[in-house]
């Protein structure tokens, strides 16, 4: 069993930066994927950034590269995404999710998520 807390957002006005955290616990290894999908109100969930736990970043979204990082720290098992030049379109909750399945990771359908944490970027 994997444990997934968020925490980090808010509201921040367009520019700003914000920066996530997903803290994880329980049966969690070097195995695992995990990162960040966003869903936004009337929108389908999109994932944002994406780690492997053994290995480093997979990848970023097209519309966050070179705005957004992900990184992972080991000795607190917590895994960030930096966000900055936040865009209104950003807007959304976002989830931390991970699986050791990468095809169930990518596609959204990870077995662990947290309860997400609410980013509201105003212009």
């Known amino acids: 069993q994997v444990r997934l807390l968020e925490s980090g957002g808010g509201s921040v006005q367009a520019g700003g930066s914000l920066r996530l955290s997903c803290a994880a616990s329980g049966d969690i290894n070097s195995r695992y994927y995990m990162g960040w999908f966003r869903q936004a109100p009337g929108k389908e969930r999109e994932g944002v950034a994406h780690?492997?736990?053994?290995?480093?970043?997979?990848g970023y979204a097209e519309s966050v590269k070179g705005r957004f990082t992900i990184a992972q720290d080991n000795t607190k098992n917590t895994l960030y995404l930096q966000m900055n030049s936040l865009k209104p379109e950003d807007t959304a909750r976002y989830y931390c999710a991970g699986d050791k399945r990468y095809s169930d990771y990518i596609h959204g359908t990870s077995r662990y998520w947290g309860q997400g944490t609410q980013v509201t970027v105003s212009s």
């Open positions: 780690f492997y736990l053994g290995g480093g970043v997979v």
